[in-house]
């Protein structure tokens, strides 16, 4: 009877179902086959030349109207086409390139297109059809860093330094290079803000970089394993050591120094810091004139800081402008910038009154004002207008969710500019008059506006179709509930199972991350869902997230509520998305389950190990899962060192609960993930076997901390079937 | 209704089942917490002192009457108790013992027990009370050997050789010993018979021993990350890294040097083999007089071997006796053994008939008689008794499946001693007239006899009752089939559920080994039946196991039937048993499951992806997945090299394979598995990633190839619960 109710609601069903697509997992995750075909929202490329908007196209390139919107085509433009570039390329016996996506124009009053490929730059004068200038460096050459106003080119070779003059002539900055000792690159492991080791004084021709010394620091004994295709590859069948440095919490650090090259000297002078021991310089800048250098010196605690400013050419320490202090952490990520049109004040950006702000300083370090004040946090500052004299930057300010464009001046009057919904990702123009507004919102896939910084006023350039148009796209909502405190608002978003049904019962998923410097619900396309939500809403799960105390954009208080307990504030906020779960008929609060990656890794594995009731399977994927293996940087800001905070390392460690495990635990790590060391994963069974309890393990050997390209839809699919053998 | 069907047959079931009990897997597996108290049958701990039988006890000694079997109280042995060896033991500020098991008695003619703690070693008179002899080695030294005659000790430290002379005095050997240049410990990975790295002459005045340059050696990138209880050891809390060389099929080998050292003299010889690159030497005998030293060298290609003699004193090569060729592969396994009364004749174990016999050479390497022949297999020589000209040995002669004691004498008369069943593992006296007769039979827990070697004739000392009497214990039967060559008979052995119902229809596994060197199916206890076999016929599984060709004691063209392409006849083999088990009508052919480690795991593997229709799921631990990564000595004896056999490698790799993926595999390791390296499992999940398969995975971290103590109890839940998930 059961059977042939089924059959009738199906054979009912049938013609409603066929008129809209299911997805399949490679049309949702981001490396399948179908994806950029069926999911991704249509763009077009644009770039500034100057204040002028071009359209970056396969063949040609093409000037927008900045008040209508829509491409010119004659004008100077008409020369500027693949064919001739290539012409040009050719006859200097140089590759030619597929399509003009990536052309770049660096020179405002110049018809000068630069064809980058990283080792190999090439400028050209599209109206001459010429070639300008060209660069070509070694093969092995990486962390290029192009001075358009010197032609110098940095890079770095084997971890040492050089310089590439617009003359060709080759500057070596270093010879002493080695993984332990590397010049010109990244350091402290990308925190602070830091992202690059290289910084060209505003003329070009002073070169700013880092030096670390890592050969102190433990090195995490990592394997080389992958054999693509089966097939042995390179000189050794055997697997290969791959050591890497990696700072544990509470061990010995690196060393970092700053050195500044001059090209035309050949000489470096190092900052004159003292001994660099547990000190952090973040947060480098230059002053207009290039004669002075500014960098945020930070304790190893993390919790007091100063700006100091260098005499660019002799190294030594001048001033120091101020001190910044937080009884929990302070987090300097934005180096100052100095107004463009009165290099005599510079903006600062701090959470010291609870949120993020930009503060306007004087040269000495004076605070002239606070520029922006209120319960919102300043994200990105995008630049200056100089003409109307206002700062643009985007804030949440218009709603937590959204990220909105915004200029400011120096009175501290600020003005929304361009769309006041959704999630904005602006590019502003050479002189700040305009930006391109790329932005979506929960019902917008992808608009592009060129918008005027001086009144607002906006052009748009593309309304892209929703992809997912044709497909069966499950109910997506959001609200908030209350966090663990009964106070903080909590913003979550539940997907129903696709044919949603209320009447019936249906297996729950909660994807969680939590941690610091990440969100999960915003105001993008789909409130943010991920694909892979998608696709458990089409396997008929409800699909919960919740973004906790801890997570990104709600301010210093939210952030720090997990201060020195990491993961602990964070259970308690995820329980309550749990209780309001199962205040919802369609939830069977039986079925349960968690997933989660890194810190949403350790969250899934703390939560299926703490809350054993309450969660029947979870999928933790390259989990925390003790904070002593866990880095300096990161690690210390939020739990301070195993020696001073030894309960709250405890406290936290899933080592000690391994013995709690009762439901169902897939763990899945990269085999060579540089971030969360396997050490974490490995520990943990090892925990979990010597407590007799049974979690299960999976690996993507050769894999960094995340799954890219096609592993990222073999991961999916795993994640999948586990929750369909132990959840369904 | 079916739940009331379901509690009235409980209701009625529920008196029978009351009689017996159920195992639990701790009652089943070693290392299991009830093991030793419900599985293993009780035994006696005998020795030797001279021709008299010794039972070592708890707190005392007792001699053992070989006429009735009995002990004997009173006589000589009342002195020798636990508080009088402890008493003497104190007064010399030696440590005190817990037991008499482990006490020695290597001078037939003196009242001396040896309380051998390795490095601690006590000579005690128990009639005058008095301590005779110690030595105390340092606490790192491993490897020990100690002589009797001349009381020295070898052993090393730190890949060095020392000896310890009777006197007290440290002779070191070596001194630029390290991980790459060991001395005086088993070479070759322990193939070839080789266990041991060092070798006393007959009179104790020379050590023979092995010196290992494995500088040239790839080394596995081992990673230590073993945290014990979840709380960081060491000095260090990042992984370590722990290099171990090994050699991989194809590759550059060891080199292996024998030494002699004379401790009067502090003078060592090398032997003069000239270069050792890609040559074996092994099975090193010594001459009774200590003038000569033999060995067996064999080729790289492990096709030709020579028995050659060397000087002692000078190490210069003397003569070969004889070469041994094979096209092939010749595996030398047993040293020559001189006869005890007649110096001039040696006894020499080769298979060069096709199985395994004894033959009888005189010292210049002319053969004098085949002593064993017919299609059975002798296994190990125990000895001689020199009073009847006799050699004692065990073979197969009397059934392929048992294991039972002979002698035979210099005219080649065999006779059997002892119980005709079951399968034996004796002990013999110092002169050779007796043996403690160590048995067990599919029906025989363990019976111990003493047996006359002269006359056979026996004295049973204990007849263990059966431990699991009291238990529920499943049908176990055994029989045979054609092998896949339509000729050879193969054993099997056949398991049914507990209770079973021969109405229903059962899942099945297969377990599987399948490798050359052991066999699963014996005339032992249960019909060698596994303690993990009856926990899953318990569950409701038909458990079945096949010794394929290619497995022990079935004779030389048995085992060589795998030649140059391993697991092909094997899979052909264990085909022909899911045959015949699909001719069973309570074996559900829809659910068919496999398991085996090590080769297990490689055959489980490759059946798993050669038949992907065959078998529903499979666990493999352990496993070869490609012998590329296997190591010389073991891999190119079966497999050549991959140089000269690509096809061999090509056909039998699994990365191959991945993507014929289809049933479910967990694949489990030991996290630093020297044997079968992690290399192997983890190309492997590469390959089915790649491939767009789906295995599962587990490890035991810090273990080996093998899980040892309730590790291994906690992988037979691992298995089993893989099976109830996906075969049940």
């Given at each position: 009877?059961?059977?042939?109710?089924?059959?009738?609601?199906?054979?009912?069903?049938?013609?409603?179902?066929?008129?809209?697509?299911?997805?399949?997992?490679?049309?949702?995750?981001?490396?399948?086959?179908?994806?950029?075909?069926?999911?991704?929202?249509?763009?077009?490329?644009?770039?500034?030349?100057?204040?002028?908007?071009?359209?970056?196209?396969?063949?040609?390139?093409?000037?927008?109207?900045?008040?209508?919107?829509?491409?010119?085509?004659?004008?100077?433009?008409?020369?500027?086409?693949?064919?001739?570039?290539?012409?040009?390329?050719?006859?200097?016996?140089?590759?030619?390139?597929?399509?003009?996506?990536?052309?770049?124009?660096?020179?405002?009053?110049?018809?000068?297109?630069?064809?980058?490929?990283?080792?190999?730059?090439?400028?050209?004068?599209?109206?001459?059809?010429?070639?300008?200038?060209?660069?070509?460096?070694?093969?092995?050459?990486?962390?290029?860093?192009?001075?358009?106003?010197?032609?110098?080119?940095?890079?770095?070779?084997?971890?040492?330094?050089?310089?590439?003059?617009?003359?060709?002539?080759?500057?070596?900055?270093?010879?002493?290079?080695?993984?332990?000792?590397?010049?010109?690159?990244?350091?402290?492991?990308?925190?602070?803000?830091?992202?690059?080791?290289?910084?060209?004084?505003?003329?070009?021709?002073?070169?700013?970089?880092?030096?670390?010394?890592?050969?102190m620091v433990s090195h995490y004994p990592q394997v080389n394993i992958t054999l693509p295709g089966g097939t042995p590859q390179g000189a050794s069948r055997c697997a290969q050591p791959a050591p890497?440095?990696?700072?544990?919490?509470?061990?010995?650090?690196?060393?970092?120094?700053?050195?500044?090259?001059?090209?035309?000297?050949?000489?470096?002078?190092?900052?004159?810091?003292?001994?660099?021991?547990?000190?952090?310089?973040?947060?480098?800048?230059?002053?207009?004139?290039?004669?002075?250098?500014?960098?945020?010196?930070?304790?190893?605690?993390?919790?007091?800081?100063?700006?100091?400013e260098y005499d660019a050419h002799t190294g030594e320490k001048l001033r120091t402008l101020f001190t910044e202090d937080n009884s929990k952490y302070f987090e300097p990520r934005s180096p100052i910038?100095?107004?463009?049109?009165?290099?005599?004040?510079?903006?600062y950006l701090t959470r010291r009154d609870g949120f993020n702000h930009l503060y306007l300083y004087n040269r000495d370090g004076k605070l002239l004002r606070q520029l922006t004040s209120g319960s919102?946090?300043?994200?990105?500052?995008?630049?200056?207008?100089?003409?109307?004299?206002?700062?643009?930057?985007?804030?949440?300010?218009?709603?937590?969710?959204?990220?909105?464009?915004?200029?400011?001046?120096?009175?501290?009057?600020?003005?929304?500019?361009?769309?006041?919904?959704?999630?904005?990702?602006?590019?502003?123009?050479?002189?700040?008059?305009?930006?391109?507004?790329?932005?979506?919102?929960?019902?917008?896939?992808?608009?592009?506006?060129?918008?005027?910084?001086?009144?607002?006023?906006?052009?748009?350039?593309?309304?892209?179709?929703?992809?997912?148009?044709?497909?069966?796209?499950?109910?997506?909502?959001?609200?908030?509930?209350?966090?663990?405190?009964?106070?903080?608002?909590?913003?979550?978003?539940?997907?129903?199972?696709?044919?949603?049904?209320?009447?019936?019962?249906?297996?729950?998923?909660?994807?969680?991350?939590?941690?610091?410097?990440?969100?999960?619900?915003?105001?993008?396309?789909?409130?943010?869902?991920?694909?892979?939500?998608?696709?458990?809403?089409?396997?008929?799960?409800?699909?919960?997230?919740?973004?906790?105390?801890?997570?990104?954009?709600?301010?210093?208080?939210?952030?720090?509520?997990?201060?020195?307990?990491?993961?602990?504030?964070?259970?308690?906020?995820?329980?309550?998305?749990?209780?309001?779960?199962?205040?919802?008929?369609?939830?069977?609060?039986?079925?349960?389950?968690?997933?989660?990656?890194?810190?949403?890794?350790?969250?899934?594995?703390?939560?299926?190990?703490?809350?054993?009731?309450?969660?029947?399977?979870?999928?933790?994927?390259?989990?925390?899962?003790?904070?002593?293996?866990?880095?300096?940087?990161?690690?210390?800001?939020?739990?301070?060192?195993?020696?001073?905070?030894?309960?709250?390392?405890?406290?936290?460690?899933?080592?000690?609960?391994?013995?709690?495990?009762?439901?169902?635990?897939?763990?899945?790590?990269?085999?060579?993930?540089?971030?969360?060391?396997?050490?974490?994963?490995?520990?943990?069974?090892?925990?979990?076997?010597?407590?007799?309890?049974?979690?299960?393990?999976?690996?993507?050997?050769?894999?960094?901390?995340?799954?890219?390209?096609?592993?990222?839809?073999?991961?999916?699919?795993?994640?999948?079937?586990?929750?369909?053998?132990?959840?369904?």
């Open positions: 009877m059961k059977l042939i109710l089924s059959l009738l609601f199906a054979l009912l069903t049938l013609p409603t179902m066929a008129q809209k697509k299911l997805f399949t997992l490679d049309d949702l995750i981001p490396g399948g086959s179908t994806y950029y075909a069926h999911s991704y929202p249509e763009t077009k490329y644009l770039t500034w030349w100057g204040d002028a908007c071009i359209e970056q196209g396969m063949d040609k390139c093409e000037l927008v109207s900045k008040n209508h919107g829509t491409t010119r085509t004659g004008l100077v433009l008409n020369s500027l086409t693949l064919e001739n570039i290539n012409k040009i390329l050719s006859a200097h016996g140089r590759k030619t390139i597929d399509h003009l996506y990536n052309a770049t124009f660096p020179f405002p009053e110049k018809p000068y297109v630069m064809i980058d490929r990283g080792r190999e730059k090439t400028l050209i004068d599209w109206i001459s059809q010429s070639l300008i200038w060209k660069i070509d460096l070694a093969p092995n050459a990486s962390n290029t860093d192009w001075s358009k106003k010197s032609l110098s080119t940095a890079y770095t070779i084997d971890h040492n330094l050089f310089v590439t003059t617009a003359d060709g002539a080759v500057h070596p900055v270093s010879n002493d290079g080695t993984p332990d000792l590397v010049y010109g690159e990244s350091v402290h492991r990308d925190e602070f803000g830091i992202e690059k080791g290289t910084f060209w004084s505003p003329d070009g021709t002073l070169l700013a970089f880092y030096k670390m010394d890592q050969s890497d440095p990696y700072p544990m919490a509470g061990e010995t650090s690196h060393k970092v120094y700053v050195g500044i090259f001059n090209p035309q000297t050949d000489h470096t002078v190092y900052l004159n810091t003292g001994d660099p021991t547990d000190r952090y310089f973040t947060n480098i800048a230059w002053a207009p004139d290039g004669s002075r250098i500014y960098l945020i010196e930070l304790n190893r605690d993390q919790n007091h800081g100063s700006l100091d910038q100095f107004l463009p049109w009165d290099g005599s004040k510079f903006i919102f946090e300043v994200m990105d500052v995008l630049g200056f207008n100089a003409e109307q004299g206002t700062i643009l930057y985007t804030s949440n300010e218009v709603d937590p969710l959204q990220k909105n464009v915004f200029s400011v001046n120096l009175k501290g009057k600020r003005t929304l500019l361009g769309n006041s919904t959704g999630w904005h990702t602006p590019t502003l123009s050479e002189s700040g008059s305009y930006f391109i507004d790329n932005y979506s919102s929960p019902i917008i896939p992808r608009h592009i506006d060129l918008v005027s910084t001086a009144d607002g006023l906006a052009a748009n350039v593309l309304s892209a179709p929703d992809p997912w148009a044709s497909y069966q796209v499950p109910t997506i909502k959001t609200g908030t509930l209350k966090a663990a405190d009964g106070v903080t608002d909590l913003y979550y978003r539940l997907i129903l199972p696709t044919n949603f049904d209320p009447q019936k019962k249906y297996p729950t998923v909660i994807y969680v991350y939590g941690g610091p410097h990440a969100h999960n619900i915003d105001a993008t396309r789909n409130w943010g869902a991920r694909g892979w939500d998608i696709w458990m809403a089409q396997q008929g799960y409800v699909m919960f997230c919740l973004d906790n105390r801890g997570s990104e954009n709600r301010g210093l208080e939210f952030e720090q509520a997990t201060f020195r307990h990491l993961g602990v504030e964070e259970m308690k906020d995820q329980l309550q998305g749990v209780e309001f779960l199962k205040t919802l008929p369609y939830v069977d609060a039986n079925r349960m389950g968690v997933h989660g990656w890194s810190f949403g890794g350790f969250m899934t594995t703390s939560l299926m190990t703490t809350y054993p009731d309450v969660f029947k399977a979870g999928v933790a994927g390259g989990p925390v899962i003790d904070w002593r293996f866990y880095e300096v940087m990161y690690g210390e800001r939020y739990m301070d060192t195993p020696q001073s905070n030894p309960q709250g390392y405890e406290e936290t460690s899933l080592l000690r609960k391994a013995n709690q495990l009762r439901g169902r635990l897939l763990v899945i790590y990269g085999g060579n993930d540089p971030v969360c060391v396997p050490q974490h994963t490995l520990s943990f069974m090892r925990a979990c076997i010597d407590a007799g309890t049974y979690p299960d393990l999976f690996t993507y050997p050769g894999d960094g901390h995340n799954m890219m390209g096609t592993d990222r839809v073999h991961l999916h699919h795993v994640i999948t079937r586990y929750f369909d053998d132990h959840l369904k």
